[in-house]
């Protein structure tokens, strides 16, 4: 596995990937692996003839209080981890490579940015679309391979490339879970124990939903499930509710009626310190 700094050397080897007739895969990272990443590399890997994983804590999508001084990062672990699932390169620069002195370009995407994760984070999601934007100009990936558990990054992505005209097949992935059933996030490694039992209130009320949609043959007024989940994460004195919402699964708008096309989407906080996401289609 080669390892890159520059976007330099990236694009040359890109470049020369492409001349040579090979697909490239793009898995786009922040680092401190998990089961979930290393299945969007396998995905990529048996997707695409060439691998290229990126490991980037991009600071453009930080608020000033997040944790950006404080995410978890352990780069040699990562090393040994994309290597063993077969990348060919990984792409670690440092923000100053990212983002000049001169630096003034800012992508945003107007409507699916807005709500879910994008009311309690303003400029997050321009962050997000402008390192993808240039992660996919430097990298020049046939495919790219996103998590679903980042369910509204992944809609904001498919936006920015139908109105870009990127040539890129963007796959999400499915969310990869402990068996507990949490979500795998870099950020549970900031829970401690008793936490760590208490945020699977979040899957919990997933299943929970499911439940009640099923029984009530398929639709539902949205704020029962609502009121449902809200009432399952509040029940913690530790847990707090940043949203819980019935979005449309490609639209992202609200639902007043949960069915078929239906996605239940929740964030909260954990000791008003660890912020977890979660999110599952209903049927």
């Given amino acids: 596995m080669r390892i890159v700094r520059t976007t330099k050397e990236l694009q040359q080897q890109a470049n020369q990937w492409r001349s040579n007739g090979l697909t490239i895969g793009l898995v786009p990272t922040m680092g401190f692996f998990h089961e979930g990443h290393l299945s969007l590399m396998r995905e990529a890997r048996r997707q695409c003839d060439r691998v290229i994983t990126t490991l980037f804590v991009n600071p453009m999508q930080f608020g000033p209080n997040e944790d950006l001084d404080s995410y978890p990062r352990s780069f040699e672990r990562d090393q040994q981890m994309a290597e063993g699932e077969g990348v060919d390169l990984l792409f670690c620069p440092d923000p100053s490579e990212m983002y000049g002195e001169q630096f003034q370009t800012k992508i945003s995407l107007d409507k699916v940015s807005q709500g879910l994760c994008g009311a309690d984070r303003p400029g997050h ?11 996919f100009n430097l990298a020049k990936p046939h495919k790219a391979v996103f998590g679903q558990k980042d369910f509204q990054q992944l809609a904001l992505i498919r936006q920015l490339v139908a109105d870009l005209n990127f040539d890129i097949e963007i796959i999400g992935h499915p969310i990869v879970r402990e068996e507990d059933g949490l ?37 539902l007024p949205a704020q029962e499930i609502i009121t449902m989940a809200e009432s399952m994460i509040e029940q913690h004195p530790e847990c707090s509710v940043e949203y819980v919402s019935i979005v449309h699964q ?7 009626i949960a069915d078929g096309e239906s996605v239940l989407a929740m964030a909260m906080k954990v000791n008003n310190k660890v912020r977890l996401i979660d999110n599952s289609p209903l049927c």
């Fill in 183 to 219: 979500a795998m996030s870099s950020r549970n490694k900031y829970l401690d124990a008793n936490e760590r039992k208490i945020a699977v209130c979040l899957s919990q009320a997933i299943g929970q939903a499911k439940k009640m949609l099923a029984d009530a043959g398929g639709s």
């Fill in 125 to 135: 999601f321009d962050g997000v679309a402008t390192v993808v934007t240039k992660l």
């Fill in 250 to 256: 490609s639209t992202l708008r609200p639902m007043e």
